[in-house]
């Protein structure tokens, strides 16, 4: 998320009635807040059930676990050997973390 900048040469770069910057940063720190809530909540109500995951070539950084996201985009990641990379693979979805569910492969 990024606040408007006007470009030359477009009817909004001639507008009079801009934003003012520190209302701009306090609306893009609400919508953020927002989105960060609202995607827990998405991610929580997948807990519990089978998701199929798509698993990269690449493990997380952190974890060291296999990563990969779900066919709406929920990002998964669980244990499991490299031989799980690149493939679909039917995980459930056990518990939430800061970005990402934990899963487990069936």
Aim: net charge positive.
């Amino acid at each position: 998320m990024f606040p408007y900048s006007p470009r030359r040469g477009t009817e909004a770069h001639q507008s009079k009635d801009d934003v003012p910057g520190n209302i701009k940063k306090q609306r893009s720190q609400i919508l953020t807040q927002l989105i960060v809530q609202k995607s827990l909540k998405i991610r929580e109500s997948f807990l519990g059930k089978q998701e199929t995951v798509l698993l990269e070539n690449q493990r997380d950084s952190k974890s060291g676990w296999l990563k990969g996201h779900t066919g709406n985009y929920i990002p998964v990641i669980l244990e499991g050997a490299d031989s799980l990379k690149n493939s679909l693979v039917p995980v459930t979805l056990q518990r939430v973390s800061d970005k990402q569910v934990i899963g487990c492969a069936q």
